[in-house]
């Protein structure tokens, strides 16, 4: 942190170009729309040492196309610039003057500023919103009946390409143990551009996709949806710059992020945004009222509606994708928190709540809601309504504050529909397993079904250093219990600011958590990858098994920590028994043996053959590979 | 690996003494029994920096205790002694007389072999068995109606100091959300030595302790007690040495693994065993068929019952707590494999599937039942009853090879208690989680209650390098169902041999993932850690919240990473959100305030002050430490 400047770009391009490179063995291939053929869908081909091709979701954006270039210091090309130009219902405008405040200074002819600008000129557009009386977010699309490319593209993107699963997905079919258990969830066999809109119209999935971020690849929020997560990225007061941000982002969806939140809550929030905003094909979400209370010193009770309001314009210009509002945090609520272990543990919440009773005040979020609604409309910023008073420990979950402000977010949820604003409800938190399944439930008999996004939860309290973990297994549980996005937790939680392998960390986590919840929900083809690469294990096809799984890296690494050798990526037996004792190895002898008799197995079995045993016998003594060839 | 023999000494010892340093603030103290005043249960004390005391479980042995002197070379004190002769059942004998083939070689001058034993000389112990008629294991004594120093041992083990709880303990008493839920386990307030005595007795719960292994501080594994985990370690053909493996040990029961299961494959087997035995504190398994195998010169052909049963009677002399038999795994039920994603993946399994098609016979395990239960009770070793047809993918789970296995285990489990010898069951393996319960309720059905003992399950297969993760996941799911221990899985599984640092981080994912569980369960005391740590969390006591976690050296060196000094320890305030966003100090700061008025929140609200509201707002500019600190 403290190094020179020029060795920490140089470090920084280095890095980034390490985030580029594309994963082993695979390729990124491009489906086209039949509504809208000019949309493209993004897919990683992987291909396998058997002459399969495997398909997988890509999170990643241009970045691991090679044949993509990019400088961060322009951003991403506009995928939806030619979509949005299409619906005529936005026009670009001045836009709100830039302030040196945006960027935590009084001083307009402040150097520093003066340096960020300059540094992020390239980065700038002219922001656009709805022209009068118009109203451009998906749900009002959708509730039109129109299927947008942005409806087309998440549909395509759902579903992957099939072909290669049908193996897999016969499975499924034959046998109702594979099936999967949806808990409720109405997941289709295919996600047609239909059933995106029908999702989106009811309020049921949201796809944020802000007017002023063109450069992004819609994806879907929603329970009859792949379980989506979230990471979160942002420098602070006390740490971390600009570039190491970008660099995290591409990090981050390199890794599988779906959607990122810049959290910063430091200096330089509204260039760190271009920077972060424009270099980002997947969805990005903040929490507005950190920079508002920037702007006022950090002094809560000095936040302001006005204030408020325009830094939510200023963030929707931007392009921000979704905002974090914590506008169920109600004055009654607070008292709920006084017996808490943990009290409020929110920073937003704890903000607002600061606010209310210095003031004695309903919550200026709560009032002014509508005019919220009125801004987010115009831009489709889709609400993420906050849990201010989601609990920070076990012993505070799914008391009386966290399901009274559940419950308020459940009316707001009808107030932003009533404006066709896209919503989603955000949970918590820290909540022990037998606890968990309740949450889901009032959330979708309070919420109306509009998708929940957890922050874990995190089953236990004492894993500080772990809390991926920790949270890992209770997100896997929400996740199949109905919640559409998780948010990531790192090794750092409760510690410290996570660098970039905690990022990294927790998004792995993650990604197994939210897999764990498609496959148990029985999504149509989530058990596929598992498959395939499970009979890549079977089958000794080790590069594949590799390249197949969330970390081909780590995965290889690991392998050749104690078999580095070439040759042993093609020995039919693996490092953790030997060549002796593979039992897959010898799993495969003996339907090798039946094969060879002309009989299958249970035949074998069936009739009993003493002489075929001794034939197996005296073929078993040679099947071995000498030990010598193996170390 | 290939370092010189001096070098991997002396690392050897400075990792050893490494792995004996005390917990931060932690100190060793003892509780002694009631109904046997002369035991002594040990419990790790840690002393807050408020001038609580918090007392924990602790499955280190002796090791972390700096008044024991230890040399590895003679083997731990002998804890159980003492009790044993007391019981007067047993007899010193001449034992099996020791063979080259035990360590790997037909050539009984083999040189190597000679070494091994000199080195392992002073940890050779006389064996005891069973005098004539007798029945030594605990569950004999238990149906008798004795309470064994065993017994009780492990009641104080499980109850720990209930005095530091109490203020934890009232909070659950008087809201029903934090009771937990038992999932139709009968977990009581206290347990006392009947209690174990009678769950030990109806085969609820077993106590694994070979009357040969007097250094084992006795420890239950059952449903209605605290979840337990178990790491495996052992050196197998192609890498590894001995020292490793002891130092693994102490390693693993450092961060509290209860149980270890040795599961050699290589050469220098029988020596092996000798030095974890003689130097392990928790309760020590193995499958004995591995040595038997090797004795053959891994043709599994060439196994017979009788070279099988000597095996058993060479480890039960050596001390082996546990034994994992697959003798469920029946020749009729092997076909059922074939349609298989990955066949048979249990080693134990296939290599008695290969004997039973080879020979075409009924597998001699299945057949010689009660002749193993004649040899287990005289040593008091424990059945694990291996599952060798668990699936070895999602797609292979819960199918009819698995079930039909689980049932044998049943019936096994009847015939293993009509000999009084203690039984567990064990379980999967790969499962997604909507498949996780009926495994639980299938090995509640069949098996009568004997304790299940799981390995993970892994809820997804795509995740090899982080299979700790995946499986963590089922792992606490499947303990909240009922699973009493939970095999653990470490980073390399699938790729490689586990080194020290993926022992430490399979057990710490597993402790995470039981600890999940007795929260979830409603463990009388489980979730008070978590609140002492949490109350800590609150409270800015960060060294307390360290000494408190499952891994106080990562939880301070993450901490450290982004705030180093030691003033930071003291802060008020964190490195995630800086000095003037923290959620904890603002929802502290409302709590004194409203104090400092003298009324408490709720009825300052209710009263409607704006007048003191300006109070407010006037302290609240001064409550924040300037940036300037923190950094």
Excluded at 126 to 152: L, W
Excluded at 396 to 402: R, T
Excluded at 428 to 445: C, D, F, R, S, T
Excluded at 587 to 599: I, K, L, M
């Amino acid at each position: 942190m403290n190094a020179p400047l020029d060795s920490k770009l140089a470090s920084f391009t280095e890095l980034l170009a390490r985030a580029r490179e594309p994963f082993p063995a695979s390729t990124k291939t491009h489906v086209a729309g039949a509504v809208h053929p000019q949309i493209a869908v993004p897919m990683r081909e992987v291909k396998l040492t058997n002459g399969e091709t495997v398909s997988l979701y890509d999170t990643s954006g241009p970045y691991t196309d090679p044949k993509v270039a990019i400088d961060i210091r322009s951003g991403l090309p506009q995928v939806r610039r030619g979509w949005i130009d299409a619906r005529a219902d936005t026009a670009f405008y001045e836009g709100r003057a830039l302030q040196a405040v945006d960027d935590g200074t009084k001083d307009e002819a402040s150097a520093r500023v003066a340096e960020l600008r300059r540094e992020a000129a390239a980065l700038q557009r002219q922001p656009r919103k709805a022209i009068p009386g118009a109203n451009v977010t998906q749900m009002h699309y959708a509730k039109k009946g129109i299927i947008t490319p942005e409806m087309e593209y998440v549909a395509i993107r759902e579903n992957g390409r099939r072909e290669w699963m049908a193996e897999y997905l016969a499975d499924a079919g034959r046998e109702a143990r594979l099936a999967g258990n949806p808990m409720g969830a109405s997941i289709p066999k295919i996600v047609t551009p239909e059933f995106v809109r029908d999702e989106v119209a009811r309020g049921r999935a949201i796809i944020p996709a802000n007017i002023n971020h063109p450069e992004v690849e819609p994806m879907a929020i929603g329970r009859n949806f792949l379980v989506k997560i979230n990471a979160n990225i942002g420098n602070s007061a006390v740490t971390s710059s600009i570039e190491e941000e970008v660099e995290k982002l591409v990090w981050a969806i390199r890794w599988g992020a779906d959607n990122v939140m810049d959290l910063s809550t430091g200096r330089n929030i509204h260039t760190t945004r271009d920077w972060i905003v424009r270099n980002s094909p997947v969805p990005i979400g903040t929490v507005p009222i950190y920079q508002a209370l920037e702007k006022v010193g950090g002094v809560a009770e000095d936040l302001t509606w006005e204030i408020y309001r325009d830094t939510l314009i200023e963030q929707a210009e931007q392009g921000v994708d979704y905002f974090t509002i914590h506008a169920g945090l109600r004055l009654p609520f607070i008292h709920l928190t006084a017996a808490r272990r943990t009290g409020i543990v929110s920073r937003g919440g704890s903000i607002m709540a600061k606010w209310c009773i210095a003031h004695h005040k309903e919550s200026f979020l709560y009032t002014h809601f509508e005019d919220i609604c009125d801004i987010m409309k115009q831009y489709d910023v889709s609400f993420s309504l906050g849990d201010g008073l989601r609990p920070g420990c076990a012993a505070d979950a799914n008391d009386e504050a966290q399901f009274a402000e559940l419950r308020t977010l459940g009316e707001l949820t009808k107030l932003a529909w009533k404006h066709d604003v896209q919503t989603m409800i955000e949970g918590p938190g820290h909540v022990p397993m037998h606890m968990i399944q309740a949450n889901m439930e009032e959330q979708l008999k309070h919420c109306h079904e509009a998708p929940f996004y957890t922050l874990g939860p995190l089953t236990i309290d004492v894993a500080p250093g772990y809390d991926h973990i920790a949270s890992a297994i209770g997100a896997a549980m929400i996740g199949w219990f109905g919640t559409a996005m998780l948010c990531y937790v790192t090794p750092k939680e409760h510690l410290g600011l996570p660098d970039r392998e905690d990022v990294k960390a927790g998004i792995i986590a993650y990604k197994i958590a939210a897999h764990a919840a498609d496959v148990a929900k029985g999504h149509p083809g989530a058990r596929a990858r598992d498959d395939a690469l499970s009979k890549a294990r079977f089958e000794f096809r080790w590069h594949d098994q590799f390249n197949l799984s969330l970390d081909p890296e780590t995965a290889r690494d690991f392998h050749d920590e104690t078999l580095p050798k070439d040759s042993s990526k093609e020995a039919h037996f693996c490092s953790m028994c030997g060549p002796k004792f593979c039992s897959m190895k010898i799993t495969q002898e003996v339907r090798e043996f039946a094969a060879a008799q002309g009989v299958s197995e249970q035949a074998a079995l069936e009739q009993g053959m003493a002489q075929k045993a001794d034939e197996f016998r005296r073929a078993g003594g040679e099947i071995y590979i000498p030990i010598a060839s193996a170390t």
